[in-house]
T-cell receptor
């Protein structure tokens, strides 16, 4: 396994369009996370899955954002009606967590979204 | 609420010297984990080192060590024998009490000079 992979690496879209990102976690990892990172800042938590269940969503995740992880494998993050403020790096991470132990979270290379 | 503070926006170090990147944290939970990640210009977050709050010894991973001072709530990263490839952004992070997410600091840019 080569680690967490994200697709696409870069996306330029016009304001108002919908975009979808994909994340393929490390195969044995049960937990999957989405983060958003703007320039010069640390990543901010968006949402978290344990297997196929979405267990937490940040208040940053407006109703234009939706994430899924069907069958507990890959995950998609969709942004509807994109706005310029959505421009950021979207990072996916996965880990093998048990109970309260998050495990070592490994990140993908991210999808850089630019809304014009 | 959990908070990570990295007070050094940028650091310079001479190649082959050691450098310490500061990190302080704030939490009221006795059980937590502390992480350091490296983010080169390519954007990927690379896991470096982990320290659990109950670990008695400081974590080490190759040239990386974590200077964990629990009473002071600090978790500084020490990089020994710096290399040009160490030039990157470095983030300190900690787990939320329920263990389901990481809270990150603002990061420190490290530049290694030859």
């Amino acid at each position: 396994d080569t680690g967490v992979s994200q697709d696409p690496r870069h996306k330029i879209t016009k304001r108002g369009q919908n975009v979808t990102f994909r994340c393929d976690p490390i195969s044995e990892h049960n937990r999957l996370y989405w983060y958003r990172q703007t320039l010069g800042q640390g990543p901010e938590f968006l949402t978290y899955f344990q297997n196929e269940a979405q267990l937490e969503k940040s208040r940053l995740l407006s109703d234009r954002f939706s994430a899924e992880r069907p069958k507990g494998s890959f995950s998609t993050l969709e942004i509807q009606r994109t706005e310029q403020g959505d421009s950021a790096m979207y990072l996916c991470a996965s880990s093998l967590g048990t109970g309260l132990y998050i495990g070592e979270a490994f990140f993908g290379q991210g999808t850089r979204l630019t809304v014009v | 609420a959990q908070k990570i503070t990295q007070t050094q926006p940028g650091m310079f170090v001479q190649e082959k010297e050691a450098v310490t990147l500061d990190c302080t944290y704030d939490t009221s939970d006795p059980s937590y984990g502390l992480f350091w990640y490296k983010q080169p210009s390519s954007g990927e977050m690379i896991f470096l080192i982990y320290q659990g709050s109950y670990d008695q010894q400081n974590a080490t991973e190759g040239r990386y060590s974590l200077n964990f001072q629990k009473a002071r709530k600090s978790a500084n990263l020490v990089i020994s024998a710096s290399q040009l490839g160490d030039s990157a952004m470095y983030f300190c992070a900690m787990t939320h009490p329920y263990g389901n997410k990481l809270v990150f600091g603002a990061g420190t840019i490290l530049r290694v000079k030859s």
